[in-house]
C-alpha cells in the first residue's frame, strides 16, 4: 500500500469514506435500473408482441446513447473539474507548496492529481460501462438490425469506443490541469470550454476539421455509426488518427505541467515542447482537413466554405504558435534581466529572436500544405490563385510579421506592465481582430444603413494578417498597403523592445551605484 | 570549515517593478540556527520561500548540500524541512492519516513512518488528539501539526516561517526547548519570528532584515552590539550611592581594556573582556576602588536595542 501513488491515496481519503462512495455507485445504478426498467414496460405495454423486439432493441440503443452521453459526462466534465478544483484547494490551503517540497517527482504529483480527484467520477463511470455493456450487449443479442452485426462485434466496438472516450478523457483532464497549474486553479477552463461549446463550439468544428478531429467527434461518428449500423460514416483509420494525436498532445500536456509543476515563473510550455505541440496540432489540422470531405454528416452542409475552413485553419495554427513565441520571448525576458545583473552573458539569448522566424517558417509550410489539401472542392481556377506565387508571398511576409510582432510586443510587456498576459490579449485582439471587425462594421453603415455603395472594403482587413490570409486570392492593393502597415507595427514593436532592453539594464546601472 | 548545509548567494526576488529582496547572502553550518527578524514586508517569508526553492529568483542561487535548490528539487527536498507562516494541512484529514500521508510523500517505509509519526505525537503534544480531524484543532495544535509535518522526515536544513505564532505561553516554552535540540543535533535552522527575546535565547545567529535588503547579520552577541564575541557588557550595582564615583572610577576610565563606561549614583554598565579570568580581575579592580558592588554580573545581548537601533519602524 505505501508503493500507492501518496495523491491517489489521499483523495480516496478526502472525497469520501469507501461506504459513501458505494452508496453513489449503488444509487446511480438504481436510478438506471428504475428508467431502464421502465422504459422497457411501457414499451411492452404499448407495442404489440410482434414489433417488441425491434422496439426493444431501439430502447437499448437509446439507453446505450444515454450511457454514452453519461460517461462523457463523469470523464470530460465531472473528472476534469475535479482535478481544477483540487489544484485551487491546494494553492488556497498551502498543500501544493507541501507537495513541492517533497521528493515525489514532477510527475508522480502530476499522476497523482489526473488519477486521485476524480475518483467519483471514474467509479460513475464504471458503472455506466457495466450497464452501458449489457444494454449493447442486448442490442446486438436482438432479431433484426442489431443481430446483423452480432454481439461479439458490438461488445468489441463498445470497448474500443470506451478506449477513444478514456484518451480524449485523459487528454482534456491533462489540459486541465495544466491550465489549473498555470492559473492557481481560478480559470474554470472546464466551464469557458462548455461554453463555447454551447455557444460557437460547432462553427468552431465545422471551420477548422482538425479540432474535429482532435476532440474526437470524427471518431466518435465513426464509432458510433459501427455500433449501431452497419454503415461506416467516414474513414475507420480517423480513429487511429485521432487516438494518436489525442496520445501524443496528452503527453505533451502532461510534460508542460511536469515542467511548470516547481517552476511557476516558467511559460506554459517550454520553446521545444511549444514548437513540438505545433507540430503535433499542424498534423490534426492538416489529417483534419485532409479527412474532412469524407464526413458528409458533418460538413456537408459547409462544403462550400472550403476556403475559409482553409483561412480558420491557419489561424488555428497561429494562435498556437503563440505558445512557443511566448516561451521564447518569456525565455529572452529573463535572460536578459539576469544579464543585466551579471549573471548570465548576453550573447546566447541571441538565437532565441529566431522563434518569430520559425514559427513563420512552420505556419508558411502549413498553410501551404493545407492550400495542397484543401480546396480539392473548388474550381481549377481557385485552386491556382490559391496557389500563386504572388499569393504565397504576400502570407509568408503577412505570417511573419505578424510573429515578430507579436514576439517583440510579448517582450515588452513582460518588462513594463504587470499584468503581460491581460495586456498582451488586448494587443492581440486590436492588431488581429479589431482591424476585421471595424472593416465590417463601415461596410454594414455603409451599404446597409446608408445604403450606398462601399469601395473602400478590405483595406482595413488588410491591416491585420488574419484579413491578408482572408484577402490574398482576391484584394491586390488592400493587401500590400496592408502589408506596409504590419510592417510599420512591426518596426514599432521591435523599437519597443529595444526601449524595455535598455529598461532592464537600468537595475544593474542602479545596482552598481 | 566544513560545508555549508545552507548557502544563500546574491539572492534578489522581484515582483514586478517591487523589489522584495535585494542582495541577500547568507551561509549556514550544522548547529546554525539564524533568527530571522523583521517588519513586515521586510522581505522574511519571501527569503524563507526562496531558500525553500519555493520562490522564483529574480537573480541569485541557493545551495542546499552544495546542490542548487532550483535544479534538484528532488533531491535536496529529501533534507529540506519549511513550515510556512500559515498551516498547509487537508481539514477533512485525521491528525496521524495526515502524517501518514506525508510519510509516503517522502516514500518512507511503513515501519519507520509509524516510529517517527509517533515520536512527533509525543514531542509536540498531540497524541492525544491523533484520531481528531484536523479542522477540529486550535490553531496552535494546527501551528504544532505543520511543526510534526516539517520535522516528520528528518530533514537536515528547517526553515520556519513565524513557527510560535499561536501557541500559549507553555507551547512556547516547550517549542524553545525543541528548537535547542534541534540545534543541538547539528541541524541548520532559519526561524523567522517577531518575539526577539525567544529569538535570543535559542540562536546562533542573527539577522536583521529591512526594505527587502540585510541590515545586521552574524552572531547574537555581534548583532546585539557587543563588538565579538570575546567582549561583554558589565552591570555593577553598588549597595549604596557613591558620592565621590567619579573620581574612583578614575583608573578604570584609563584602562584600555574598559570601554562603554557609564554610571548614576549606584549603577555602572561598561564592557570587558568576557571570560572568567577577565572578569575576576574586573571586579578586584572595582574592589581596589573601593565601591561596594552589592551586585556584578554581564548582560544579556538585548536584540530589542539593537533592532531598533537599526532604525527601522514599520514598513508602509
Known sequence: MMSLNPLLWL????????????????????????????????????????????????????????????????????????????????????????????????????????????????????????????????????????????????????????????????MFAALILLTAIATRGKANVVGILALIGVFGGWFAIVFVPGLALVLGVLSGGVLFGLLTSTKIAGDALTIVNAGALQFTLCLIFVTAACGKLRKPERPLFSLPLGLTLLIVWGIALLAGMHAAPEYDWLFGEWREYRFAQLVASTIAFMLVALLPLGAAAINLFHHDRAASFGERPVARSRLLLLAPLLAALTAVCLDLMLRAVGPEQLSRAAREALLHRSVWAGIAAALLLSFWTDFHCLYSLKAFVRRPMIAFLIVLATLKGAPLALDGVIKFCVEEVAERNWTGEGYLTGLSPIGTLILTPRAGTAVWVGLVTQLAVAIGATALARRARRHLGKHRVAQDS | MAEALLSIENLRVQYGQLVAVDGLSCELHAGHLLGLIGPNGAGKTTTLRAAAGLQPLTTGRVYLLGHDVFKNATIVNQHLGFTPDTPALYDTLSVEQFLWFIARCYGLTEGLASERIDHWLENLWLAERKQSRISALSRGMKQRLAVARTLLPDPHIVLMDEPAAGLDPAGRVEFRKLLASLRDQGKALIVSSHILADLAEYCTHIAIMGHGRLLKYGTVAEVAGAESQERAQYRIVLARRVGDLAARLQDLQADEAVSHLKFDADLITLEYDRDRQAAAELLRKLIAAGLPVAEFHTVSPDLEQAYLRTGIRQVD
Not at chain 1, 417488441?52 to 462523457?72: C, D, E, K, Y
Not at chain 1, 475535479?82 to 515525489?104: C, E, K, N, W, Y
Request: charged share 10%.
Open chain 1, 11 to 170: 483523495h480516496l481519503r478526502i472525497t469520501g469514506s469507501a461506504r459513501t462512495n458505494v452508496f453513489i455507485a449503488t444509487a446511480y445504478a438504481a436510478i438506471i435500473i428504475l428508467f431502464a426498467s421502465l422504459s422497457f414496460y411501457i414499451a411492452a405495454l404499448n407495442v404489440p408482441p410482434r414489433n417488441r423486439p425491434a422496439t426493444f432493441a431501439q430502447i437499448n440503443v437509446v439507453w446505450l446513447s444515454i450511457m454514452t452521453v453519461a460517461q462523457g459526462v463523469f470523464l470530460l466534465l465531472l473528472g476534469p473539474s475535479a482535478v481544477r478544483r483540487a489544484i485551487q484547494r491546494d494553492f488556497d490551503t498551502g498543500m501544493l507548496d507541501s507537495h513541492r517540497l517533497s521528493p515525489m517527482s514532477n510527475l508522480k504529483i502530476v499522476l497523482g492529481y489526473l488519477t486521485g480527484p476524480p475518483i467519483q467520477a471514474v467509479l460513475l463511470y464504471a458503472v455506466s460501462l457495466v450497464f452501458g455493456t449489457y444494454f449493447a450487449a442486448s442490442y446486438a443479442a436482438s432479431p433484426g438490425l442489431g443481430g446483423a452485426i452480432g454481439v461479439r462485434a458490438t461488445l468489441g466496438g463498445w470497448y474500443f469506443a470506451q478506449g477513444c472516450m478514456l484518451l480524449l478523457a485523459a
